[in-house]
């Protein structure tokens, strides 16, 4: 992020990235790729059972979710959809991925 925050920076002579629309670039918010921030990861491995359709919802203006592996390599995956945002994820957008280790 941050080279390419410096390079639109530079490019388009501007000092600030967010809601930029040039012609051929438009800069998304950031809750499009991480719709639960750094210190929020209870949002992704959540303690009460999460509904479908409460994920669905949550999850309705993203393109991507960051689970913040350097934070979260230790959380145990127990491939619990109604608690995990990686399980119910992982099967359907990196099958071969969630698939390839148990410990995913």
């Not at 670039?25 to 950031?30: F, G, I, Q, T, Y």
């Not at 303690?47 to 949550?58: F, G, V």
């Amino acid at each position: 992020p941050l080279l390419l925050t410096s390079t639109v920076m530079e490019q388009y002579n501007i000092s600030d990235v967010e809601n930029f629309k040039g012609g051929e670039l438009e800069v998304l918010k950031p809750e499009v790729f991480f719709p639960a921030k750094s210190y929020e990861l209870n949002k992704l491995w959540r303690q009460e059972p999460t509904s479908l359709s409460d994920w669905r919802s949550w999850l309705s203006q993203t393109s991507m979710v960051h689970f913040y592996s350097s934070q979260t390599n230790k959380l145990l995956v127990q491939r619990n959809g109604e608690h995990e945002a990686i399980a119910l994820l992982g099967p359907q957008y990196c099958p071969l991925s969630y698939q390839s280790s148990l410990w995913f």
